[in-house]
């Protein structure tokens, strides 16, 4: 079964200094791999995603992501945090599940980013 | 603009008192879902469509029912809320034609409080 683990529920940098956002999976196969960002009072906006084109992924404000089939893991960085980063992230992994792709959401990283 | 719509934004309402909450694309999406989201637990899925006249449950469909008459639209129902259904509630879509990598767009969220 596919399943996804966020290692940190919440992180916390200084502007300027570089964020890590830790995640591991667990898929049965090569897995497509997501990270959303959600905003205060907002719904999730898609940050990244892994399709096996390329292991290092580069998305939307910077962020990018590398994937490491050895490790199972789909760490998100950026070198240089802004104070307009602070947000909940999720790395999903989308599973076959009767017949389709669902996603699986996991528990959520919350990215404060202090002046 | 290609998006997802719900409608309430917010909601308070009394044990037992039936409520729909509306959910509405413009992307000609085959594929709708709702997902609600509980601290701690990222999103979990509750009912979804893979197109007109076809629903099926998804993780956490207790207490749910969801409708699909036309293809934008994907109500979500709560016959008799209880105050374990406090949540907040995403609405999502996609298409089906391409892979498992293609990206499921979000509403806003419904912020669902019962009392």
């Known amino acids: 079964a596919q399943s996804v683990t966020q290692l940190d529920s919440h992180v916390s940098v200084s502007e300027g200094t570089p964020v890590l956002l830790r995640c591991n999976y667990s898929s049965s196969y090569s897995p497509s791999l997501f990270w959303y960002v959600q905003h205060p009072n907002k719904g999730l906006q898609l940050l990244l995603k892994?399709?096996?084109?390329?292991?290092l992924v580069k998305g939307i404000n910077g962020f990018e992501a590398e994937f490491k089939k050895s490790e199972t893991s789909f760490h998100l960085t950026k070198p240089s945090a802004h104070m307009s980063d602070a947000a909940e992230y999720f790395c999903v992994v989308s599973a076959v599940s009767g017949g389709y792709n669902k996603l699986i959401f996991g528990a959520g990283t919350r990215l404060a980013v202090h002046p | 603009e290609a998006q997802v719509t719900q409608n309430p934004r917010y909601l308070i309402t009394v044990t037992g008192k039936k409520l729909t909450v509306t959910c509405s694309q413009n992307?000609?999406?085959?594929?709708m879902s709702w997902y609600r989201q509980d601290p701690g637990l990222g999103l979990r899925q509750i009912y979804y469509?893979?197109?007109?006249?076809?629903?099926d449950k998804g993780d956490v469909p207790e207490g749910y029912k969801v409708s699909r008459k036309e293809k934008r639209n994907f109500p979500l129902i709560l016959e008799s809320p209880s105050p374990n259904q406090t949540s907040l509630y995403f609405c999502?879509?996609?298409?089906?034609?391409?892979?498992?990598?293609?990206?499921?767009?979000f509403g806003p969220g419904t912020r669902l409080t019962v009392l």
């Open positions: 999502a879509s996609r298409s089906l034609a391409g892979g498992p990598e293609d990206e499921q767009f």
């Open positions: 892994y399709t096996s084109a390329a292991t």
């Open positions: 992307m000609n999406h085959e594929y």
């Open positions: 469509s893979m197109n007109v006249e076809v629903t």
